[in-house]
């Protein structure tokens, strides 16, 4: 049985020069729902095959590497887990999910879809899905005291996921696989909250991108109000995507050719191929748009078509129950980011959750 999508979100205010203060912020906020939410991880790592000694060992061994490289991020992570009563590792593993989840076993994830364009002005759209059962852990949050102020949509104890700054520098992410990724490196999440608290550009972006050592794959479409890229990471290299006709298209497959030959097979193949295509088919379609709402329905899917729009199998079980948690746009010279709760479909009817960063 599906569940019923909460059409409120917990909007969580963070305000202060400390990141440490930050973290706390964070979890006085959310309360009882953070601890539920890392039992939850734990039963899913757990359900793909990762037992909690390997959990603790790769979160501690992430803490390192992210204290080499930005050591807010790690005392903001102290600040999340004191404020809840739990370990620092507990919290870095929520912060670093995607990456100790690509060891998971004999599971087929579904994933997000991305369409940025770069008009008259910069705007895209992005589907988040993930598991069925996380849809209460989610909430929105308005960042201040980093360089920048940032607005965005993340996981009950992580820091970062989808957002936009004071700046008018926009994340959107798509999870990919690559046969080297491995959980020590920089987390991907982390990296997206060190974008939004300090670039100022799409280029200053990719710098921050340059400048961390990533050991598991993903796409980050980076956007301001003149530009859009997505970057490629895999452990062997990062590659910057320029728009095609002012698109930038993404599931969860490299399209750089020397990256996807590193590509892991029968990961995300061939429903992120299939939905890209239909992504693709729309737009030769209907060439022009010149706005975020001409390019949403793009990110419409249909019973029978590939599954932009994720809805999961009534006799899915814990673990493979992929759903569309939340639909985003971005506006980026508007300075505005809204949510919706579900599909692109659903959107139509729900009602958009506004916000703008240092408002």
Not at 102 to 117: D, H, K, V, Y
Not at 306 to 319: E, L, N, Q, R, Y
Request: glycine residues 8%; negative net charge; charged residues 25%.
């Amino acid at each position: 049985m599906n569940q019923k999508i909460d059409t409120r979100r917990t909007i969580i205010a963070v305000d202060s020069h400390s990141p440490f203060e930050r973290g706390t912020q964070r979890s006085e906020a959310l309360g009882e729902e953070l601890p539920g939410g890392i039992a939850l991880y734990g039963k899913l790592f757990r359900t793909v095959g990762v037992k909690e000694e390997t959990v603790r060992a790769d979160a501690e061994r992430i803490i390192d590497a992210v204290a080499d490289w930005s050591p807010t991020l790690v005392d903001e992570m102290r600040g999340v887990a004191a404020g809840a009563g739990v370990e620092p590792w507990q919290v870095a593993a929520l912060n670093a999910r995607t990456e100790i989840l690509s060891q998971a076993l004999g599971t087929r994830p579904g994933e997000c879809s991305t369409i940025g364009r770069v008009a008259d002005h910069v705007f895209g759209v992005q589907t988040w899905d993930w598991h069925e059962e996380l849809d209460p852990h989610w909430h929105l949050q308005s960042v201040a005291g980093t360089k920048r102020s940032f607005v965005g949509l993340t996981e009950h104890g992580m820091l970062s996921k989808i957002g936009m700054n004071d700046a008018g520098v926009s994340v959107f992410l798509n999870i990919l696989g690559h046969r080297d990724d491995h959980p020590s490196g920089v987390p991907i999440h982390l990296l997206t909250a060190e974008i939004l608290a300090n670039a100022s550009s799409v280029e200053e972006g990719v710098d921050i991108v340059r400048s961390a050592r990533v050991t598991t794959s993903s796409a980050l479409t980076i956007m301001d109000e003149f530009r859009a890229v997505t970057v490629e990471i895999s452990p062997d290299s990062v590659v910057v995507i320029q728009p095609e006709d002012g698109t930038l298209a993404h599931t969860n497959h490299f399209l750089d050719e020397l990256l996807g030959a590193g590509e892991k097979p029968g990961l995300y193949d061939p429903d992120s191929q299939d939905r890209l295509a239909l992504v693709h088919s729309r737009l030769r379609r209907y060439p022009v748009s010149t706005g975020v709402d001409d390019i949403l329905p793009f990110l419409y899917s249909d019973p029978g078509q590939p599954g932009i729009c994720c809805v999961p199998k009534p006799d899915a079980t814990f673990g493979n129950r992929w759903a569309t948690l939340a639909t985003v746009t971005m506006e980026n010279r508007k300075r505005e980011m809204r949510v919706a709760n579900g599909t692109p479909i659903d959107a139509r009817t729900e009602e958009w959750m506004v916000m703008t960063p240092g408002r």
